[in-house]
């Protein structure tokens, strides 16, 4: 069940920050090339996971 917990805290984090990333600058990103847009999207997405969202989730959670 831990598990499950961890894939479910992880996927309500990433899911909305990527929807927001793409709503925001999705035309600025779709005219560069993928792997540009790639590194941008992880570059941005991996430390506001590992620093803000992972951790409010998880406190969220744990109550």
């Known amino acids: 069940m831990k598990k499950l917990k961890s894939i479910f805290i ?15 600058f999705g035309e600025i990103l779709s005219e560069l090339p993928l792997a540009i847009r790639t590194l941008i999207l992880t570059g941005v997405l991996v430390p ?15 109550k």
């Open 10 to 24: 992880v996927w309500i984090a990433i899911y909305p920050t990527i929807t927001v990333i793409q709503y925001f």
């Open 48 to 62: 506001s996971m590992v620093y803000i969202l992972i951790p409010f989730w998880t406190k969220v959670f744990s």
